[in-house]
Structure formats: structure tokens, C-alpha cells
């Protein structure tokens, strides 16, 4: 045959498809002349349709939907129009004949009806009909048709709840799972306890899952009852991967499942780490989307293995190319959430964000910050172009993405022209508003502000964020931070002290100031004790031999100031009243990249005790190992501290 000819035949036949299936809708909903009803007749003929027919026509309008778009507009009519009829009573459940039961195809014909309509593309905020149908279904129908007895497929369970999601319904998922759960584990025909999911395919549990949890996300409640489906689930899932490899679940299957079962109070070890290696098996096959998912997932249960963590980060990299912004940003997440750090890994990630850093969302950009500066990864032209990123989307900002990018800051000990920014866009946010910026927020802002000045990063913009900030902590007064960030608080109240702040640091006249260096005494006393139970670090414990040996007076555990801040050791000298004090630095001190540099929350610390004391000693864990050369370094700073008194007595 001609292509040319070929080609003009098949337009031609697909256009009369699409007015044959243009004509009838038209016809379903009385707009034209049909011959599925008598002209007589008043309602229009989808309003006349019985249960099998309504769920068969749902179905057939999503695939005209996909096929032509054209016809999309009057579909959506005629789905309403449908939604209309399956809401009313007795539609779906046709009595049979001499059977004191309800249509034994119900349930499907209800998940048939809903799936329909989602895939349309209809929603339920669209039509109030559309609402009504889900309504019908998910809290009345199905939940009764379940407690009945009745048959239902597992596809058909998966199936409505997907149709909830991709809906946008915002009813009660609780009856429905509810009434799932209490026939989850009864006893097949066959005695065999597999109750009404027997015989489910991995794919309808993942999808159950996965559902479920985007609805959770979405505050729509799955209740207790979800609970009791995972535990079934996970472990039809892991029994499945003992089956012949076209049975066993596949890796997106496996990667959905893990997301979704994550979100419900359900949680098994063993499991857990059978569908995650089974995963880390295919991973070669597993998409972006799949490898990031899980790792969330797995960081979400608390479950970590060194082998499947590696593994799944190193097959991020392979598709950093096609992975999203938030796939990038999520997986940086996780390794920080779990202290994993690879050099390699972590420089591609963080690379591969600022590529796709124009289809950033603010959530991504100041999750990546976040993570970075936890796993102690620093470049300030990644730092900036990521600040820049997220102060163009300055109208998306929420206060908890502002707090992390301003501390992720602090902590790299990052300033520049972007951080000024960041901090008026801060000043020029409503932080009274009920429900943005709650209490750890502020904490963590004004900390990041307090180590940045501490270490020479300050500004006019930085201190007005500061007295905005502050203001709003003494508003809310010490009860509404008893919990969480007075230690932090009082911090920032000693660098506004030093600084000279205008408007002053936390108030005394309701009490903030006195809970929150009540607050952080107690902290130090715990720290002391800490110190005094466990003998201090291997670090601590080698310098403090090799002190005592050379003839000093030494202290494990001390506390230094009239706020009792804790140090590691403390030397006492007739010389030095308030001693010198011996810091010995931890992995998590320094940044990992560059490597060797402090982190700004030990500069904080280290500058903190040295104003409590007569001098300071730092040492790494290496120069511990040496005890020449720590006797040294004392000395040394012995000797400056000596001459900075006999100065100071001048």
C-alpha cells in the first residue's frame, strides 16, 4: 500500500471514531435523538443505566479520554452526568432474583465506576456530584458490601484507592480499610488463611500501599486498620519473592511498597530487609524515582544497612541525569538523616542538583542546604547558586525552609550577599502568624544567627532578623519553648549581649532568659556526667595521661563561668583562676570538603569557653596520640596566656 494513502486512510478512520464516539455521547446524555431509550422517555439515558453498564461506560470514557482530547470536555459532562446516576440508591446493588443477596459483581462495578472517573481526569472538588459518588462509595457502600461478606477482588480494593488519589478525594478512608482489615485474615473456603487479598498479585498490594500513603499525605486518615493490611502485606510480598521470577514482585512494585508501608504503624525488621536487598538485586533495573523512594523509606523506618544504603546511592549517580530535583535532594536527605558519606557520591549529588537547579522547588533547594551541611559537604559556589535558587522563589518560602538554609549556613560557616538576602526576606515575613513559624524554627534561626556572628559573618540584615526574631521568642514567653530550642535561645542571647543588639536579647521581665540559662545548665550538667561516666572520649582520655604525667592539674569534665559551661578538660594553674581549657575535636566538628575546616557550630562552642577561661587548648584526635605534643601545645598556650594577663595587669 501507498504510505501517503495509508496514512490519509487511517486520519480518516480515526476521525470517524472520534464523531462515532462524539455522537454518542451526546446521544447518553439526551443531547440528540438515541436509540438506547424511547423518545419518551424524560431523563437522558446514562441516567437510566444499571450497575455493570455505568462501571463498562467509565471505563470506555478514560480510554476515549486518552485516545482524542477533543472529546474530553463532553466526556467530563457525561461523567457527571454518571456519577449522578451511581450515587443513587439501589444502582450499584441490583437485587438478584430469588437470592437474598446483592449483585455478586458490585464491588467491582463500584471500583470499575470510580476508576473511571479518576482516570477521566474528573476530581472531586469539580463537581459536587463527583464528590457525592466517592462518598457514597468509600464511606457507605464498599464498607457495607465488605461487612456483608460479599465477594471483592483484591484488584478492585487496590483499584479504589487509587481512584481516591488521582480524585483528589477528601472524605474518610477509615471505614473502608476498616472493614478491608477485618477481612484480611479470615479463613479462605479452602481453610487456608488468606482471607479476601488471597491471591494477590504483588502489583495490587503495592498499589494498595502507595495509595493509602498519598492520601496520608494528604491528611485523609487510613485509620488503625492499615496497620493489620501491612502486616499482611509485607509479608505476602516477601513470601512472593520466593516464587518463580514471573511472579515475584518487580522492583517499582517492591520501591512503592516500602514508600507506602512506611507512612502506617507497622514496622518488621527482617522484612523490611528482605524487600530491600531484593531491590539492591535488581537496582540495575529500578528507576530514579524507585531508589529514591526507598531510601526515603527505609530512612523513615530507621532501618539501615551499610551494603543497601551504598548501593542505592551509587545507583542514584548512574541516573542523576534523569532524576528530578526532589529525587536528588531526597537522597542527599537521606544520607544525612543516616550519617552515610561518600566523597564521590555526595559531590555528584550535589553537582547534579545545581544542573537541575532551575526546576528546583524551595523544598528541594533547602532539604539539599539542609543535607550538605549535615553530611558536612561544603563549596560556597554550590552553596550560593543554591541560595540564589531558593531567594528567586522568595514567594514560595516557607519559615521552616528559611530556618534550614539560614542554619545549613551557620553551619558551613557560609556568609556572602545571599545570606544578607535571605535574612530580609526573613525580616519581612509574619512570624506571629499562627501555623509558619513555630518555636524550633525560630530557635534554629537565631542560632545560625549567633555562630555566624561568632565567627565574623554579620550584618545589618543579619542583626534586624535577629531583633525580628527575637521579638516574636519574648512574645511567646518560656512556656511555649519548654521543649525544644532554649538551649539554643540562650546562645543567641549571649551574642546579642556581646554585640550590643538593639532591642536587647531574650527578656527577664516574663522569664525567657532565666528558663532558658536554666535550660542550658542543666544541658552541661548532663554533658559533665556524660563525661565523668564514660571517662571521656579516647582522645580525652590520652591527653589527660599525658598531662597528669607531665605534673599538671588536670580535669576531666569541667565547667567553666558562672553559666557552668562544660568543657572536656580543664587545667588548673596558680597562674590561670579561671584554668585553661584542653577541647579535643570529633569527626563531626570538622567538614568532611573541604577536609580539615571547622564547623560553625564548634567555632560557637570553641568561643564560648575560651571567654570563660584563661586560655584554650585544641586538639585533634591525632595529636592526642602524641603526648609530647600535647604537653606542648599546653605550654605554649600558657605562655600567651601569661603574656595577655601581664598586659592586661599593665
Known amino acids: 500500500m501507498d504510505t501517503k494513502r495509508g496514512y490519509q486512510y487511517s486520519s480518516s478512520k480515526c476521525a470517524d471514531t472520534v464523531h462515532a464516539a462524539r455522537n454518542l455521547i451526546r446521544q447518553l446524555l439526551g443531547n440528540v435523538p438515541s436509540s438506547v431509550a424511547p423518545a ?269 544504603v551504598s548501593k542505592l546511592a551509587a545507583g542514584m549517580v548512574e541516573r542523576i541525569d534523569s532524576s528530578t530535583p526532589q529525587e536528588l535532594s531526597s537522597t542527599l536527605w537521606v544520607l544525612a538523616k543516616f550519617e552515610w558519606y561518600d566523597e564521590g557520591i555526595v559531590s555528584k549529588l550535589a553537582a547534579g542538583m545545581v544542573e537541575h537547579i532551575h526546576s528546583s522547588t524551595s523544598q528541594s533547594l533547602s532539604n539539599t542546604l539542609w543535607a550538605l551541611s549535615i553530611l558536612g559537604w561544603y563549596d ?19 519559615p521552616q525552609q528559611c530556618s534550614n538554609a539560614m542554619y545549613s549556613c551557620a553551619v558551613a560557616s557560609h556568609g556572602g550577599s545571599a545570606v544578607d538576602k535571605l535574612a530580609q526576606v526573613i525580616s519581612k515575613q509574619d512570624v506571629s502568624k499562627r501555623g509558619g513559624w513555630i518555636e524550633q524554627a525560630l530557635a534554629n534561626a537565631l542560632y545560625a544567627w549567633a555562630v555566624l556572628g561568632c565567627i565574623g559573618i554579620a550584618s545589618d540584615s543579619l542583626d534586624m532578623m535577629a531583633q525580628h526574631l527575637l521579638h516574636e521568642v519574648n512574645d511567646r514567653g518560656p512556656a511555649a519553648f519548654i521543649s525544644t530550642g532554649m538551649t539554643q535561645l540562650y546562645l543567641a542571647h549571649l551574642e546579642a549581649e556581646r554585640v550590643g543588639l538593639q532591642g536587647g536579647g531574650l ?93 560553625g557550630k564548634i567555632r560557637l562552642r570553641l568561643a564560648q569557653i575560651w571567654q570563660r577561661c584563661d586560655g584554650l587548648v585544641v586538639l585533634s584526635e591525632a595529636a592526642t596520640k602524641q603526648p609530647g605534643l600535647v604537653v606542648q601545645r599546653l605550654e605554649e598556650e600558657m605562655n600567651c596566656a601569661a603574656a595577655a594577663l601581664r598586659l592586661t595587669a599593665a
Open 380 to 398: 560556597s559556589g554550590v552553596y550560593d547558586a543554591l541560595l540564589v535558587a531558593l531567594l528567586n522563589r522568595s514567594d514560595q518560602l516557607a
Open 40 to 308: 419518551s422517555t424524560s431523563q437522558p439515558p446514562v441516567l437510566q443505566l444499571g450497575s455493570k453498564h455505568l462501571s463498562l461506560l467509565a471505563w470506555s470514557l478514560s480510554v476515549m479520554s486518552v485516545f482524542n482530547e477533543s472529546i474530553s470536555a463532553e466526556a467530563r459532562q457525561l461523567c457527571y452526568a454518571l456519577a449522578e446516576r451511581t450515587s443513587q440508591p439501589g444502582v450499584i446493588r441490583t437485587i438478584v432474583p430469588g437470592v437474598q443477596d446483592v449483585h455478586p459483581e458490585a464491588c467491582r462495578n463500584w471500583a470499575g465506576v470510580l476508576y473511571g472517573l479518576a482516570k477521566v481526569g474528573v476530581k472531586c472538588s469539580d463537581d459536587a456530584r463527583v464528590k457525592q459518588v466517592f462518598h457514597v462509595c468509600m464511606e457507605q457502600e464498599l464498607p457495607d458490601l465488605l461487612s456483608q461478606g460479599q465477594r471483592c477482588l483484591p484488584q478492585s480494593i487496590s483499584t479504589v484507592a487509587l481512584a481516591c488519589v488521582d480524585a483528589g478525594y477528601e472524605g474518610s478512608m477509615e471505614p473502608f480499610i476498616s472493614a478491608v482489615a477485618r477481612r484480611v485474615g479470615e479463613p479462605s473456603k479452602g481453610g487456608v488463611d488468606e482471607g479476601i487479598m488471597a491471591r494477590t498479585v504483588p502489583q495490587d498490594w503495592s498499589n494498595l500501599f502507595n495509595a493509602c500513603a498519598k492520601l496520608e499525605q494528604r491528611g485523609v486518615r487510613a485509620g488503625g486498620g492499615m496497620g493489620i493490611i501491612a502486616k499482611v502485606g509485607a509479608a505476602a510480598l516477601a513470601g512472593a519473592l520466593q516464587k518463580p521470577v514471573q511472579h515475584q514482585p518487580k522492583p517499582q512494585e517492591l520501591a512503592n511498597a516500602l514508600w507506602g508501608l512506611s507512612f502506617f504503624k507497622w514496622y518488621d525488621a527482617n522484612i523490611i530487609g528482605v524487600l530491600a536487598h531484593a531491590l539492591v538485586e535488581h537496582v540495575d533495573s529500578s528507576t530514579s524515582q524507585g531508589i529514591s523512594n526507598t531510601l526515603w523509606a527505609l530512612a523513615k523506618f530507621g532501618w539501615f544497612d551499610e551494603g543497601v
Open 507 to 599: 527578656s527577664t521581665a516574663n522569664g525567657m532568659l532565666q528558663a532558658a540559662a536554666e535550660r542550658h545548665i542543666q544541658n552541661q550538667a548532663k554533658l559533665q556526667k556524660i563525661v565523668k561516666y564514660s571517662g571521656g572520649s579516647a582522645g580525652a582520655q590520652q591527653a589527660f595521661a599525658a598531662l597528669q604525667e607531665a605534673g599538671y592539674e588536670v580535669k576531666l569534665g569541667g565547667r567553666v563561668g558562672q553559666d557552668e559551661y562544660q568543657v572536656e578538660m580543664l587545667v588548673r594553674h596558680k597562674l590561670f583562676p579561671r584554668g585553661i581549657a584542653v577541647g579535643i575535636l570529633s569527626g563531626s566538628d570538622l567538614l568532611r570538603h573541604p577536609p580539615g575546616q571547622l564547623s
